[in-house]
């Protein structure tokens, strides 16, 4: 397990992806991201966080965006990030039961708020209609960006 005297970050891929591509909330996400790294925090996913950017990715190249080789060199920098990833029955599981409780339309989005919840960690995410979905429920959810 991680070393819990240090605070844990669990981030989904609206955070990831601006760290290694050109987007609106690059500035705003590396800025934060040097300040959790500044403050040593540990930074902790559901292993479903490498599939979503690999689809972002390969959603780029299909809209013109990025060459395949440019899509690779993005997806080397998201995936040298130190992120621990998860991925167990039990986070399967929980994911369901709180997709099932905060009424989401999908149930991706709940492994990142089970993970959170289970490692007392917070999570930040800088997808709007997840954070207004949710945030009044469970305090220890962000929003990084404009709301």
């Known amino acids: 397990m991680l070393n819990s005297i240090k605070p844990l970050v669990c981030v989904d891929s609206s955070i990831v992806l601006p760290l290694v591509v050109e987007h609106a909330l690059s500035d705003l996400v590396l800025t934060q991201w040097q300040i959790w790294k500044t403050e040593s925090r540990y930074f902790i996913a559901p292993s479903l966080l490498h599939y979503e950017l690999v689809n972002a990715l390969h959603r780029y190249c299909i809209a013109g965006f990025f060459?395949?080789?440019?899509?690779?060199?993005?997806?080397?920098?998201?995936?040298?990030?130190?992120?621990?990833?998860?991925?167990?029955?039990?986070?399967?599981?929980?994911?369901s039961e709180l997709a099932a409780i905060h009424n989401l339309p999908a149930s991706y989005d709940a492994h990142y708020l089970a993970l959170a919840q289970r490692m007392h960690a917070e999570f930040w995410t800088a997808d709007k209609r997840l954070y207004n979905s949710i945030h009044d429920a469970l305090p220890w959810v962000h929003l990084l960006g404009p709301e």
């Open 67 to 95: 060459s395949q080789s440019a899509a690779r060199v993005s997806l080397e920098a998201a995936l040298a990030q130190p992120i621990a990833l998860y991925d167990d029955d039990e986070l399967h599981y929980a994911a």
